[in-house]
């Protein structure tokens, strides 16, 4: 890991934000400031977030600087490296891919042992994991969607009943968290569309078919699901 950033447009950042921090919730603004640092390459891949630094730049405690670190790191942006600090998080494109590629069959199994297993109790869970990825998107929370969102697919791992394919999720789960494999906090398609998507999973799971719930399941970990990412005007890499 690098030590930290010397990067004269993060420093240029937090200085011509100083100001603007106080009236608003700090920990909220603060967020924004490193999120935005983070997303347009201010602070780069391995950089080291000092949470001091930031503090006595910006003119704030060190209470709202933590805070969004936290939220940061929820989103999978920035990784805590015990007795080293926060860092930002390095991803490289084959990572994430080897990551998919481990992912669709074990969601393609899942989703098919799953249909046939579904009960009432069960819909009523993933429906309500739907309706709160949506009130995610309402009050713009990336990282609650996150968590909701891979709390459905893990729910659906259980649902399908085979415990060595729970025990493979559950050790693939914290790696597809890190490498954003799931709900990309950088994806800037329609989040609203993104939950629908889920809506329309359940939906395929309730109709009690495994076939096409299994390739419903594949193609959204494969990123083959029709839920457009703008920054390429393609569809996202990941879900």
């Known amino acids: ?16 934000s100083k100001d603007s921090v106080r009236p608003t919730l700090i920990s909220d603004r603060v967020y924004e400031l490193l999120r935005q640092a983070i997303v347009e390459g201010d602070l780069a891949p391995n950089d080291r977030v000092v949470e001091s630094e930031i503090a006595r730049r910006l003119g704030v405690s060190q209470a709202p600087v933590r805070e969004a670190v936290k939220q940061l790191a929820r989103e999978g942006l920035l990784v805590h490296v015990p007795r080293r600090g926060n860092f930002v998080v390095e991803i490289s494109s084959e990572d994430a891919e080897h990551a998919r590629q481990v992912r669709e069959p074990l969601e393609r199994l899942a989703a098919s042992m799953a249909a046939a297993r579904l009960t009432d109790e069960h819909l009523r869970e993933l429906d309500e994991l739907v309706a709160r ?15 909701v969102d891979i709390a459905f697919h893990t729910l659906v791992v259980q ?3 085979n415990p ?14 890190a490498l ?3 709900a990309d906090p950088l994806f800037e398609g329609d989040w609203r569309a993104m939950a629908d998507e889920h809506g329309r999973l359940v939906s395929l799971l309730r109709a009690g078919d495994p076939g096409p719930a299994a ?3 594949a193609d959204h970990a494969a990123g083959r699901s029709p ?7 393609k569809k996202p890499a990941s879900r």
């Open 1 to 16: 890991m690098a030590s930290a950033p010397q990067v004269s447009g993060f420093a240029s950042r937090l200085a011509t």
């Open 180 to 182: 954003r494999a799931i």
């Open 133 to 147: 990825m949506r009130e995610a998107v309402e009050v713009n929370d990336v990282g609650r969607f996150r968590d």
């Open 215 to 217: 390739d419903a399941f």
């Open 227 to 233: 839920v457009p990412d703008r920054r390429a005007g």
């Open 159 to 161: 649902i399908a009943g």
């Open 164 to 177: 060595f394919l729970t025990r493979m999720w559950e050790v693939l789960e914290p790696n597809l968290r």
